[in-house]
């Protein structure tokens, strides 16, 4: 993450990526949660004109999985960051340095149709006790194929990164950056 400062325009932190990340540049701790935060959410994009949520409907859907998350409090207190979306059932989901440098998103918006499909799999085979994924299996009946809904959010999310936080913002002389 320190190399990443000098050396790159923009890092794109993912998950527990975030986690740590926001934990790195902000000193900002994770907490676990009552039990893991599984499924499919509604989020209200908080700053249209950011670029990166530019495109966005006001709400989109994301997919979560995970057992801690970093308190969306704590995220709104750091003037450092700026909130860009968010969920009233599963937090912050993504946030940003004000300099667009450091992007954080505590979902898996690069997660294909089965992701969560195999993970639930996964954990019952194992013996795990797992709730089905929220919103994600019609009338939560895990015999039927999930509706693939976060695609487009997910292309157009990583298409303004690239697009507006690196490829318009990399020089072509990278020791520019250092």
């Known amino acids: 993450m320190a190399w990443s400062k000098t050396n790159v325009t923009s890092t794109f932190h993912i998950c527990w990526g975030a986690q740590a990340g926001i934990y790195y540049h902000y000193g900002i701790q994770k907490r676990l949660l009552p039990k ?11 700053h249209r004109r950011e670029p990166l949520v530019r ?10 999985s995970r057992y801690t998350e970093v308190p969306a ?8 960051l700026k909130i860009l979306a968010e969920s009233d059932k599963a937090g912050v989901l993504l946030c940003m340095s004000q300099d667009g440098r450091q992007i954080f998103i505590f979902g898996h918006a690069e997660y294909g149709r089965g992701t969560l499909r195999n993970e639930y799999v996964r954990d ?3 013996g ?21 809904q976060w695609r487009a959010t997910s ?5 303004n990164w690239l697009n507006y936080y690196v490829y318009q913002l990399t020089p072509y002389d990278l020791d520019e950056i250092r």
Not at 36 to 46: D, E, T, W
Not at 55 to 64: E, K, Q, R, S, V
Request: proline residues 9%; hydrophobic residues 30%; charged residues 30%.
């Open 73 to 80: 409090e704590a995220l709104h207190e750091c003037k450092d």
């Open 155 to 159: 292309q157009n999310l990583y298409s």
């Open 124 to 126: 019952v085979n194992k």
């Open 128 to 148: 795990i006790e797992i709730e089905v994924p929220e919103n994600y299996f019609p009338d939560d009946d895990p015999s039927k194929q999930p509706h693939l």
């Open 36 to 46: 893991k935060l599984f499924g499919i959410y509604s989020h209200k994009v908080k």
């Open 55 to 64: 495109g966005f409907d006001d709400y989109f859907l994301i997919p979560h």
